[in-house]
């Protein structure tokens, strides 16, 4: 967007900037991006530089770096942010600086390789899909947002629950690089003594029930105005939402200052920000001649406040200075609220015996930290990102264990002698299959390999045994899970979808009716794959037959 076209009013004053491209990071779309000042036409604004902000870090003064990010309106394109958020940022760290490439590492144990993959990857399961706001990044942008939230999952695998983390890596991509994202990120994750992201479920629901309860004593006439209008449950389930009245309703340039205080001072400036915004709602409907009376809001009260947010009618110096002339709102005041709520809701969930607030769902079909590192060490076929997938996939009793690798060609050769010395025993185990054209597929089979030597009532050896729970899976290039065609409740299904597994001295088969879904030979050399009744599954590699470059089968322990 060529800068004549924002109106040079706007951009009065900005003798440096004459470029919006200059601010901003190549995975930006900078065509829809306004360029706010606070700054009256033809008066050049007096704004503190870097070096001037940089200064006041290294000497630890915290209070003077807090009231000039709060007073220092930097245009939206303003490059002083590629510096100045990661200073602000890199303050919090905890523990061990990270070295230079350390990221490129981690991204290359996660997925393999460091180039950008062309097909979106699966997010981790703490985040919260309807929130993954990319705000003006490209579509390289969105996948590099991705790349970092997923390596910060494997990273950090105690997140369990986390919305706000995906948007807040968003809104720094903007400004910087995919390393520096990263490096920000790790360090807003870790502190202990400030919170700027929840991880957990409950820590989420304790963050909207702080904001209510603040809201109730420093927004008073708004929350009365707003139960007025939804008397009952109703002015409570608007407060659930309040993150997203900053992070999903802010015009841009608006949400950009406020992050400028948000990453020196933490998520209470997130609480100041929400509170002027239910104050400027309920100023602006009450006030005459609004767009905002009663019967609009009351009709569509869920959306009445992002609505308000997306459209808001004072300047981010304005919003800021609403947010922080917010008397006896002391940090201590907001510490103690949170504190308050957190133990009521932890004894709440104690007493119901309910662990779901304080076990998040999501959290049940993660891997724990000594799996991932046991895959890791052993595997050759297996990213972590591909353990995550197969993970969400494994019923989620087995998920409470740790895998073991019990048999792989590369150590343990190609015999099917072997394999049945090593596997037999185990129940369920998982094989993993990588072909030398690198397709990556497999089955979870549910029962013992040992089975095949089980004889029926007339003492004749079983064909196939198995149960239901036994799935087929394809990690690369498709990535799919085929679970069994009964797994719904269908009776009238035949013998033919019931073929789970079969062996012997000679084979393996995996799936059959019409067709065998995995078949291997002997040497474990050779195999073949076509579509079977028991699964409905397509041939699981492109050519049908397939010669196998690794096999890896796991078993499942105990965690110690």
Known sequence: MPVNAIGTDQLSGIEEESDIYEAFAPHVDTANISVLTDTPPGKKPNLKTFQDVQSLIQQGKKRETKLVLRENSWPTNSPIRSQLWPALCSQHHVGKTMLDGFYWDMVNQVFGTTELPEKPIMLPPFVDSTHCLPYHLTRKGRAVADRVVSVLGYACPDITYSPTLYPITAILLHFMSEEECY???ASLVAP????FITQTKLLYEVTWKTVMQIAKKHAKSAVLYLSRLCPGQKSERIFMDWCWWVLGGLPFPHLVRVMDCFFHEGIKVFYRVALAILILFHKHSTAT????DADTIKN????????FCKNIPVSPTKLLRTAFSIRALSSTYISRIFLKTEM???SKSVLSGSKQMVRSRSSDNLPTSQSQVNVQMMSH????RELFT???WLPVRITMYQPVLLYTTEEHGCSLTTFYVRVEQHEPTLLMIKTCNNEVFGAYCSSRWFERNLKDDRGQRQAYFGTGETFLFSLYPERAKYPWVGIEGDKRLGHGSELFMAADSKMITIGGGEGQAIWMDENIRFGKTDRCQTFNNPPLCATGDFEIRVLEVYGFVECE
């Open 192 to 195: 202990k003594d400030k919170v």
């Open 381 to 384: 076929t297996l990213t972590i």
């Open 183 to 185: 490096h920000c990120m």
């Open 300 to 307: 569509d009260i869920d959306n009445a406040l992002p609505k």
């Open 390 to 392: 197969l993970w969400s």
């Open 289 to 292: 001649n609004s767009e905002w």
């Open 344 to 346: 009521v809701l932890k």
